[in-house]
């Protein structure tokens, strides 16, 4: 059974770091492009960011470019979102998915697993 856990979401300030973990198991870690995605409140989820099993090709989207950094370690079988400079428009439930393909995704039909979503909260 796949298996995506988050963690790492809290409520912060403006300006202030988090860095987001997702842990997976149940899958061949290597065999899979990982992105994360966030839903706001009274939005659609959006692509925030995605990685290759090698993380030599990472996608960003432009509202988070330059803030965030997608990282993982095929090692752990783990994902990372560093999130620099927060906004409150970064507020939302941050969730991480794995496509079985090494192609990476930018919509969410693309992906097959995902985790249960972990709160990000940025007060102003």
């Known amino acids: 059974q796949v298996q995506l856990v988050e963690s790492g979401g809290g409520l912060v300030q403006t300006g202030a770091t988090l860095r987001l973990s997702c842990a997976a198991s149940?899958?061949?870690?290597?065999?899979?492009?990982m992105g994360w995605f966030r839903q706001g409140p009274g939005k659609e989820r959006e692509f925030v960011a995605a990685?290759?099993?090698?993380?030599?090709?990472?996608y960003y989207a432009n509202s988070v470019k330059g803030r965030f950094t997608i990282s993982r370690d095929n090692a752990k079988n783990t994902v990372y979102l560093q999130m620099n400079s927060l906004k409150p428009e970064d507020t939302a439930v941050y969730y991480c998915?794995?496509?079985?393909?090494?192609?990476?995704?930018?919509?969410?039909?693309?992906?097959?697993?995902w985790g249960q979503g972990t709160q990000v909260t940025v007060s102003s």
């Open positions: 998915a794995a496509r079985n393909n090494d192609v990476l995704g930018y919509t969410a039909a693309v992906y097959d697993y």
């Open positions: 149940g899958l061949t870690f290597r065999a899979y492009a």
């Open positions: 990685i290759n099993w090698s993380g030599r090709s990472i």
